[in-house]
């Protein structure tokens, strides 16, 4: 049986063993190591009627297959660089639908579809904190005071009278949405901080909310009316510039006329767009497609005027009335609509969004609750009590936190109450957490990023870094653990193990011994060489190809003074080939027709073409019609060497090992 055989078979039995219970018979053992009726039953079924085997067959060959797995932990080839290497990839691969649980990321991935299919027209307010990048709790109570004012205002007189309505000229366009207070008009998600976006997909209409603390404030708002989402579209434009921004009430007056004499004379038929775009290319000196826009959403950051202009747009080909921003006026041309993809084509990169975002969060937050479900988690109190007296007056992302730290001996979080980590393993999270603050991560995903919500409350932050470092803890102890908890996993893990090591010690002892063992091939072909022939008359020797005449000659008179081939080429390597490869020599056994070069010498053959770099040749060797050694059949003798060693490596593990055999049992297994 071929290696690669004889490897899969056995990964195939061993995948599926089952451990014994107390209450499982033994079939055999190996010095005193029981192998149960469970796995070896379960082994044949699967694999040895297909091979037309008896139960004893079958048998004889599982017991050869933990021989070897006994004899490669003997040489103790579990302890190997390649091993350990090999089985920590494998395990590293098997072990992830263990530690991985997506279905609440896929839950909440088909949660934010769901939203994007909704539009929500609102208004909104936002009272920002005095210092946005870092905020310690009493900053808190100044905005949400103003907060709870403006709301309790916004309640008397409507927000529409509360004075809340950011002053525009023209159609601004914004930094943020969250910047937009007053009207803020149809909105989707990732338009505003997460937790604000989830009290307004879970707001009744008209119902103005309770102030919502985000990161640069607390935000109010009120859902006004909602309805299906109206996807994007890819727009053209022709913008009428102003001469300045801002622009002069006369400026306005006077590029608005021209856009609307424009606009009344595509409508009229005097005109088309494309007619427009081309005077537009020609005067500012664009080519076509700077008339191209792009494609435009609800999140698209724009002016509500020009982002509405362009949805109203209904059918390709339609063009807007001109809507004025701070830079001119604007026509627009829809080129087409565009509606929501299904999730299955968007799954991808609405998950990737997600994870740039700061719902990333709410994921985190999952897997953190799930993670603590399955282990006994206990935090020190009075531990992280210290900490947060340092919160109320710095930030854990300022460097000065950390000299402030007085009980790093103190243990701070214990899983199982098996493992204790002290405060000193948290600060040192927190210092590579401050690190991380300022490195850009190009491509995050679930497990780089635990902090994407950019908190600004000290004591927020903090308690985002005890959660985040909880979560690093239990996954390394999740991971270390995994085989106790999963007899499952422990069972494809040792199946693994096996097979690994059946390969290595088979590697190591047969397989390769029977390709480079060149004195036991030589002495089986001496015992055995009754048993190969050639299938005709070969040429025996070596082809050496010269740069010049001159060395040609040299090569043969090397050849005419040393017989041996091995010591010809040893001897023209040393000479002739001392700085560089001046003579090549190519060794062989050859049949007429398989080498031009000796069907020319040898055979009566045609003038070859020359060899490329090395136009002078000669041949020397023999014709021979039976082997001399085993390198003339050594494929042929290899494959029976390595037959011929299987044997005696399995008669080897029988001599070695004392296997005991309950036939009382094995009788029952059909």
């Not at 660089?81 to 590293?92: E, K, L, N």
């Not at 969060?361 to 603590?372: T, W």
């Not at 055979?603 to 090395?614: I, K, L, Q, S």
């Amino acid at each position: 049986m071929s290696k690669r055989l004889f490897i899969s078979f056995f990964t195939f039995l061993t995948t599926l063993c089952i451990f014994a219970q107390q209450n499982d018979p033994v079939v055999f053992k190996i010095n005193g190591t029981p192998v149960y009726k469970s796995e070896v039953e379960k082994a044949y079924k699967k694999g040895g009627p297909e091979n037309n085997e008896t139960i004893n067959e079958f048998v004889e060959r599982y017991i050869n297959f933990k021989l070897n797995v006994a004899e490669a932990k003997a040489e103790r080839l579990d302890t190997t660089a390649r091993y350990q290497r090999q089985f920590t990839t494998y395990r590293s691969q098997l072990a992830i639908p263990y530690l991985q649980d997506t279905k609440y990321e896929d839950e909440y991935i088909a949660q934010i579809y769901n939203r994007m299919l909704e539009n929500v027209e609102i208004n909104h307010v936002m009272f920002p904190f005095e210092r946005a990048e870092i905020v310690l709790p009493a900053d808190t109570l100044a905005a949400y005071k103003k907060a709870m004012e403006g709301r309790a205002k916004i309640l008397e007189k409507g927000f529409a009278n509360a004075g809340f309505n950011t002053e525009r000229s023209g159609a601004r366009f914004l930094p943020k949405a969250e910047s937009r207070n007053g009207y803020m008009g149809w909105i989707s998600p990732f338009m505003l901080a997460s937790n604000v976006e989830d009290a307004i997909y879970n707001l009744p209409e008209m119902e103005v909310s309770m102030p919502i603390r985000a990161a640069r404030g607390y935000h109010i708002v009120q859902v006004l009316k909602k309805r299906p989402a109206m996807g994007s579209a890819e727009i053209e434009q022709v913008i009428f510039n102003f001469t300045q921004i801002p622009p002069m009430l006369n400026q306005i007056d006077s590029v608005g006329k021209v856009a609307w004499r424009e606009y009344k004379n595509i409508k009229s038929g005097k005109e088309t767009f494309d007619a427009l775009c081309e005077e537009f290319t020609r005067v500012h000196q664009t080519d076509k497609k700077n008339c191209y826009f792009g494609v435009v959403g609800l999140d698209s950051n724009l002016p509500l005027d020009f982002t509405t202009a362009a949805l109203n747009l209904k059918d390709p080909g339609e063009i807007s009335e001109p809507v004025m921003s701070d830079y001119g006026f604007h026509i627009i041309k829809l080129l087409k609509r565009i509606p929501i993809a299904s999730l299955d084509e968007i799954k991808p990169q609405l998950r990737e969004k997600i994870i740039r975002s700061d719902k990333v969060q709410n994921l985190s937050n999952e897997k953190r609750r799930l993670q603590k479900s399955n282990f006994n988690v206990r935090i020190n109190n009075d531990a992280y009590a210290k900490l947060i007296e340092i919160a109320q007056e710095i930030s854990p992302r300022d460097s000065v936190f950390l000299t402030r730290i007085k009980n790093q001996n103190e243990i701070i979080i214990d899983i199982d109450g098996k493992r204790g980590y002290p405060v000193s393993e948290f600060e040192k999270y927190i210092r590579n957490r401050q690190i991380s603050q300022k490195k850009n991560i190009d491509e995050p995903t679930l497990s780089q990023i635990e902090e994407a919500s950019p908190y600004s409350l000290s004591t927020d932050i903090l308690k985002e870094y005890l959660e985040s470092f909880t979560s690093f803890l239990l996954s390394a102890y999740e991971d270390d653990t995994l085989e106790k908890r999963s007899p499952k996993f422990a069972q494809i893990i040792n199946a693994i193990s096996e097979d690994l090591l059946l390969f290595e010690v088979k590697d190591k002892n047969v397989w390769k011994r029977s390709m480079t063992d060149e004195k036991g091939l030589t002495e089986y072909f001496s015992q055995n060489k009754a048993n190969y022939s050639l299938n005709d008359t070969k040429y025996k020797g070596l082809v050496i190809y010269a740069q010049n005449q001159s060395l040609l000659k040299k090569a043969k008179s090397i050849v005419d003074k040393t017989k041996k081939h091995d010591l010809i080429i040893e001897k023209i390597k040393s000479t002739l080939n001392k700085d560089s490869i001046t003579v090549k020599i190519e060794p062989g056994l050859w049949s007429k027709g398989e080498n031009p070069y000796v069907d020319n010498k040898i055979f009566n053959g045609d003038e070859p073409a020359p060899y490329n770099g090395y136009p002078y040749f000669f041949v020397t060797g023999k014709l021979i019609d039976t082997p001399e050694d085993f390198t003339d059949v050594r494929n042929k003798v290899e494959q029976d060497y390595q037959e011929q060693l299987e044997k005696d490596w399995a008669t080897y593990l029988k001599n070695k090992y004392t296997v005991e055999i309950n036939q009382s049992v094995l009788n029952t297994i059909r």
